[in-house]
């Protein structure tokens, strides 16, 4: 993002524009996906193929020397939407191959995605020498390559069931199950910790070098490490969830990444460097592990037929939430010390944790019958 500011001559203000831009594309894609059930319909893996390869060529259309700041973000817009058939058509994907053990293959793949998302900034310190254009082609690149490799490797799952008809009102209809929208609430609150988190990593650790002179920090692979780290932690949370329950590690997870959020003005103050960077790897790994811990409960509590759609629908909702924090964050940098703008991360998954608590306080006194 900073190259693109500096290249195309915008305001620093860009940054947030240029990030939402994303968003607000991957939530009309989702929502366009959802009310046409395009996972239920349509073989989940030629989804996934067809969108790689459009959202490859928007994604590398930013490298064009004409661009300006509308090109820049109309085309980050349209890479976002035809990510729509990518995150939440692979969670359907894996949700058609695994009945059992949902969470933890969910935990690979969202762990996938995150080392996927770090990828850019290992990217840009790998190809400092060389021009900025190189991180666009090298991930355009690699996108074209996963598609085709889900194309060719990954048929349609045994457990998938097609829905051949179209009906508009299933994404809604999904809302009707109590233990569903339980299970979405957790994410939305998560949704508005996460991606503002892994927006502003570069721009917490450049924050902490201008408070402390004396830390030198590499930011491109500090924040590849910080993000990526999270892929590890999203692993592990299936196998914990395996043993100890899915909503039980999910809760703790989100509470762990809402301390974050309250703590994080203590440790812009702390002196130590490695304490503050020991800290944002927690934070890097407790802000996405319950990512598909939540995915699984969405999954398994909607109908086979409707099961994708469910996701996307639930997905489309999350990323929504995460304008508003992006841009909460975008504002709040500008108009205060930068060092306690991290708390109002807290926000969603404190309402997440309240659901959650709710439901589980209800669960507890609900009689039996016999």
């Not at 995150?87 to 690979?108: H, Q, R, T």
């Not at 503002?196 to 590499?218: C, D, Q, R």
Request: some cysteine; hydrophobic content about 50%; overall charge positive.
């Amino acid at each position: 993002m900073g190259d693109l500011i500096v290249n195309f001559h915008l305001k620093d203000s860009a940054l947030g524009h240029l990030t939402s831009a994303v968003q607000f594309g991957f939530i009309l894609g989702t929502l366009i996906f959802a009310i046409f059930t395009i996972a239920d319909r349509f073989s989940p893996s030629k989804v996934f193929l067809t969108c790689a390869l459009l959202g490859s060529l928007f994604n590398a259309g930013v490298i064009w020397e004409g661009n300006s700041l509308a090109s820049i973000t109309s085309l980050r817009f349209i890479t976002g939407f035809f990510l729509a058939g990518i995150y939440p058509v692979g969670m359907k994907i894996a949700a058609d191959y695994y009945e059992k053990g949902l969470g933890k293959s969910l935990g690979f793949l969202v762990g996938a995605l995150v080392v996927g998302t770090a990828f850019p900034h290992l990217a840009k310190e790998m190809t400092s020498a060389f021009p900025w254009k190189s991180v666009l082609i090298l991930t355009s690149s690699l996108a074209v390559i996963g598609g085709l490799l889900m194309f060719i490797m990954v048929s349609d799952g045994p457990y998938r069931k097609s829905g051949n008809k179209l009906d508009k009102s299933a994404f809604l209809g999904v809302f009707k199950n109590h233990e569903f929208r339980s299970a979405a609430f957790g994410y939305f609150g998560h949704m508005w910790e996460l991606y503002a988190f892994w927006a502003f990593v570069p721009i917490i650790l450049k924050t902490y070098s201008m408070g402390h002179p004396e830390a030198t920090f590499n930011i491109p692979l500090l924040s590849f490490l910080i993000i990526g780290i999270g892929g590890l932690a999203c692993v592990l949370a299936g196998y914990l969830a395996q043993i100890l329950g899915t909503k039980r590690i999910a809760f703790i997870i989100l509470l762990l990444s809402c301390c974050c959020c309250l703590i994080s003005p203590l440790m812009f103050m702390t002196e130590s460097e490695s304490l503050f960077i020991g800290f944002l790897f927690l934070w890097g790994m407790v802000v996405i592990a319950d990512s598909p811990l939540f995915s699984t409960l969405v999954a398994q509590n909607a109908a086979a037929e409707i099961k994708g759609t469910a996701l996307t629908i639930v997905t489309c909702i999350g990323f929504s939430i995460t304008i508003i924090s992006i841009q909460l964050l975008n504002v709040l940098q500008a108009t205060m010390n930068p060092i306690y703008i991290y708390t109002t991360l807290a926000l969603g998954p404190i309402i997440g944790l309240i659901v959650l608590s709710e439901k589980n306080k209800q669960h507890l006194t609900k009689p039996k019958l016999h």
